[in-house]
């Protein structure tokens, strides 16, 4: 990150400019030249909303990770009223740099971990977006585990875990399902790094997420981008709306 004085007339690409290596393609209005992802008009948040089915206008919502905050702009642009939770220092100063140039209301950025969010926070959310998030968790169960008491709604895109070829390290009871999860070493965190604090993540595999989703309450489960372990290595991923439509009864 730069440090001293900006010079030149004030301009929104200097803003850019002061944090380098951005992720996401803003969009042609912003006058801005950034990362290259699309990440502004994303097709697995369109999903999301299109399963939410209600409208997301005036609902709540809590978004984690937002990186750089191209999906809280796509979400507060149809009316959302968003937090956004983000546990890396770079990226929080780039929403905020997001939320300047593109003047983004009825959304709030707050640093740190959003594991402790889900648990500690007092309201309920109509909706739960956690997009590339849940893999990047030490322990993704006790996520899923938060969030479900948090929403009836939550949208998930993570990687998963082939079970035929990683062999778990652990594995958690919730209910009469077995979790299995699969510890994985970061590479180098080099200054274009996006993922989380922890040096050993855990994955999980594609049916185990499901099943805890179920377990968890959410009775409506349904699957969409779903693409393979690629040739070059990539690791597989979806995208997961789940819904709870029957509310326990104690």
Same mark, same amino acid.
């Given at each position: 990150?730069?440090?001293?004085?900006?010079?030149?007339?004030?301009?929104?690409?200097?803003?850019?400019?002061?944090?380098?290596? *951005?992720?996401?393609?803003?969009?042609?209005?912003?006058?801005?030249?950034?990362?290259?992802?699309?990440?502004?008009?994303?097709?697995?948040?369109?999903?999301?909303?299109?399963?939410?089915?209600?409208?997301?206008?005036?609902?709540?919502?809590?978004?984690?990770?937002?990186?750089?905050?191209? @999906?809280?702009?796509?979400?507060?642009?149809?009316?959302?009223?968003?937090?956004?939770?983000? =546990?890396?220092?770079?990226?929080?100063?780039?929403?905020?740099?997001?939320?300047?140039?593109?003047?983004?209301?009825?959304?709030?950025? @707050?640093?740190?971990?959003?594991?402790? *969010?889900?648990?500690?926070?007092?309201?309920?959310?109509?909706?739960?977006? =956690?997009?590339?998030?849940?893999? @990047?968790?030490?322990?993704?169960?006790?996520?899923?585990? =938060?969030?479900?008491?948090?929403?009836?709604?939550?949208?998930? *895109?993570?990687?998963?875990?082939?079970? =035929?070829?990683?062999?778990?390290?652990?594995?958690?009871?919730?209910?009469?399902?077995?979790?299995?999860?699969?510890?994985?070493?970061?590479?180098?965190?080099?200054?274009?790094?996006?993922?989380?604090?922890?040096?050993?993540?855990? *994955?999980?595999?594609?049916?185990?997420?499901?099943?805890?989703?179920?377990?968890?309450?959410?009775?409506?489960?349904?699957?969409? @981008?779903?693409?393979?372990?690629?040739?070059?290595?990539?690791?597989?991923?979806?995208?997961?709306?789940?819904?709870?439509?029957?509310?326990?009864?104690?």
């Amino acid at each position: 990150m730069k440090t001293g004085f900006e010079l030149g007339f004030p301009v929104a690409q200097n803003a850019i400019d002061l944090v380098p290596q *951005w992720t996401s393609r803003f969009p042609d209005a912003a006058g801005v030249s950034a990362g290259a992802m699309d990440l502004f008009n994303d097709v697995r948040i369109k999903w999301a909303l299109d399963k939410f089915g209600q409208g997301i206008e005036g609902k709540k919502v809590l978004e984690l990770g937002p990186l750089e905050g191209a @999906h809280t702009a796509f979400l507060t642009q149809r009316g959302a009223i968003v937090d956004a939770v983000e =546990a890396s220092r770079t990226a929080y100063v780039k929403c905020l740099i997001t939320k300047e140039i593109l003047n983004i209301q009825n959304a709030r950025f @707050h640093l740190g971990d959003c594991v402790q *969010w889900a648990e500690r926070v007092s309201q309920r959310y109509d909706l739960v977006v =956690a997009c590339g998030v849940l893999y @990047h968790m030490e322990d993704p169960l006790r996520l899923l585990r =938060a969030l479900s008491e948090l929403t009836d709604d939550l949208y998930l *895109w993570t990687v998963y875990v082939d079970e =035929a070829e990683l062999a778990p390290s652990k594995v958690q009871n919730l209910g009469d399902l077995g979790v299995r999860t699969y510890g994985v070493a970061y590479g180098p965190k080099d200054g274009g790094f996006t993922g989380g604090a922890p040096e050993m993540i855990n *994955w999980m595999n594609k049916s185990d997420i499901l099943g805890a989703l179920s377990r968890l309450g959410f009775d409506y489960i349904e699957v969409a @981008h779903d693409r393979p372990k690629g040739e070059d290595g990539s690791p597989a991923t979806y995208s997961v709306y789940a819904r709870r439509t029957v509310l326990a009864t104690s």
